[in-house]
């Protein structure tokens, strides 16, 4: 089947990667109301698309936000069902002046694919649209397949909750297939078993009814950003422990098979420090920094505003004061009760002297997904077919607020076999993903779905003799 | 004199608003190098102004930065000089959203005229320009009279210093006289004899060298923001004392008489709070609002940015956090020794896994002129006249560095007589000024120009006659 694969990609690369330029010069940047025109161009460009690779059908279904793309390929009832999910939506771009090209305007450079959402997500979830392609050109289909792409995955998947309970049977699957993750390098394959929550803040202080003169009321009031800065700066202690009560109580403690699949990531500390140009790492006191991003849960502020940020000296203090806080949660620990901690928390720091809001924009559970199911079985078989290597399973600290979804109300487990790089400044700017990968990806999912559908059947075919016998 | 004053005010007054229209219709935004044209547009509506109203001349002359207008009106060597200073420059508008009308099309609304600049000092310095207009119509001066309008007040007088050193002869004078400050309110009149000094700061801590993702990275890098406000939130303790180390060590403790001048002051805490919108005051712990606002340093943060400050969640580590601090200084202190400790202890407090950049941007010295010479018998005289009441003097919590920069090199004093109020939002949303403050401006100035010519020339007679006997 690789062969073939290869064949198919080597005669039709270049209309792949051109359709994938199509799809990002649409600047689908979901948290900007501004762009509710392009959230509908994308989510048109992709039912089409999916339609033209051999969908059996593909509807754009409204939510109460952006729309939700959904199509089926269906085969058989014999066969298993692959839901699988992406995201057509993408980060804002700023800070734009620090792009070398255009973030909607895609180019090659050094073989990686250069433009917003090249990687996150598009470019991922495109592979699986390429791959259905193949998998319909060839006949080679042993699995039903169902699609879901959403539109508001970079704002924390708003709708999708309302959107999977009230089409419960609609996306009836055996198991999800996400790619929209990382490897650790273009040698060492992984597949993500882990993944932490999110829980995210927008927060505003306010003090004096209007800005006011620093000299004539400088001392005598009590500053939004002084106040702000001095909460932020007690959410954590000098370990840079997270102080919120009872932060850490219910998180669970990493299992054996964590630890061990831990150490074979082959993690160069220097190489992640020139990466991210720090001048050292830095993180909570007592853990190694994989261990922090595997399996320590976080905070950071994620922007902060307020009063005058042009030229020169304004002497003024501010009315208000402006920051987004989130905090990444790992399995044990409840997004609910972290928000309501948090909250009660921040509001015991803030003095009576100032009015604060805080409003939980976006939240999520963490997600572990289990290392000895067929579904990982195939995926290790497929990576080890084209990479040559035995993928690594790894915890993360990022977040997909879906797969708990998922969980919770299909009883599906996903697989995230994700073909980006972490390099590939997904949230920054000048966001890429190499032309490799993204041509790894379409080679390799036809291959996991085709062992996926055979070890299904081979699992069913031994569960009936066990009956029999 | 009073009424013939009035009498000249009440022909001339509309006139004398339509004019101050077209001054507050020039955005002239010292901070903004886009608005440099502007800059010049209001130094030549200044010249032309001060020509019309009778100075022998008056120039335009270049610095570093913006330009300085002066002007002339001599009339005798036998009679004492006085220096008018003021400034054409204004805070910027922003956050402009928040003006009920636009901050560059001046309206009366309540007999109070609106506009950025109203009365921070395009306001008051051209109460200077009509007074003079009345002195030279009504041939009724006995005083030399030099203006200096400089367009940098509201940036730190940045090139000022140079113009005063390099201008020495050309300016020298008995007396400086400044509006470019507050009464109490306007039935209590008030001279400032006590100025805070200033330094100001621009600081930008850079961590990663690009945003990064705050799931895959978060908890293993230092974020800038997080550090800033640590830093920020370090540099006053729990009863708000600034905690650089030595900051408090020279200030000079109020004589008998500030405190005696204090105590005149009626001043209303819950007023203050209702005027300015706060739920309570707060300020170093030990002293009243009074206290705070007249005899200590103060430290504020004037505007802080960094990371995603647009709509929804963005899960970002940015590359920089920036703010902008200012401290206000008072007598005894020195501008520079706090510049070098304030870098010296922000960079202590700085974790060695960011870079630190501060640039002190603006500062002058604090300024205490004396309340027992002939200026200020001769501005209590006249504010007796005009209002019917003697002014109470104070210290104040503003700055106007070219009061200490006229005792250094012209070893002149300063009498800073202001007609705004504290209400009246200068460096806010809706500045404005009252059109009684304005007529009460040109009203009064004159007559105190008069009354300190009479006893200038008395007390030189009185010396005169000591040295005789």
Known sequence: MKKEINRYIDSNKDRFISELFDFLRIPSISSNSLHQSDMNKAAGFVKSHLVAAGADFADIIQTNGHPVVYAEKFVSEELPTVLIYGHYDVQPADPVELWNSPPFEPIIKDNKIYARG?????????????????????????????YLFEGEEEIGSVSL???????????????????????????????????????????TITGPSKDLHSGINGGTVSNPINVLCGIIGKLKDEQNKITIPGFY????????????????????????????????????????????????????????????????????????????????????????????????????LTPSSVSVEINAIASCESALTPTDSIA?????????????????????????????????????????MGFGLNSDDIHSPNEHFGVFNFLKGIETLPIFINKYGILFQKEEFSQLETKHN
């Open 376 to 416: 990982f079985k195939a995926a290790e078989l497929a990576m080890f077919e084209t990479f040559g290597k035995k993928p690594i399973p790894m915890r993360i600290g990022g977040s997909i607020p879906v797969v708990s979804l998922f969980e919770k109300h299909l009883n599906a487990n996903s697989i995230l």
């Open 118 to 146: 090249a990687c996150d997500d598009k470019g991922q979830m495109f592979m699986h649209i390429k791959a259905l392609e193949y998998l319909v050109a060839s006949n080679n289909l042993n699995c039903n397949l169902k």
């Open 161 to 203: 909750e309302n959107f999977i309970v009230n089409n419960k049977e609609k996306l009836k699957a055996d198991l999800v297939l996400i790619s929209d993750t990382a490897m650790i390098d273009n040698e060492t394959p992984s597949i993500i078993y882990g993944l932490k929550g999110i829980t995210y803040f927008d927060i």
């Open 249 to 348: 109580d219910d998180i669970l403690t990493p299992s054996e098979n964590d630890k061990r699949y831990l150490e074979q990531v082959d993690f160069d500390v220097e190489q992640y420090k020139s990466e991210f140009g720090l001048i050292e790492t830095s993180g909570e006191d007592g853990y190694s920094t994989l261990e922090q991003i595997s399996f320590r849960p976080t905070l950071d502020v994620n922007g902060i505003w307020g009063g005058h940020n042009g030229q020169g000296a304004k002497t003024i203090i501010p009315s208000k004061a402006h920051a987004k806080i989130s905090m990444r949660l790992v399995p044990g620990q409840s997004a609910e009760k972290v928000i309501n901690s948090f909250v009660d928390y921040f509001k015991s």
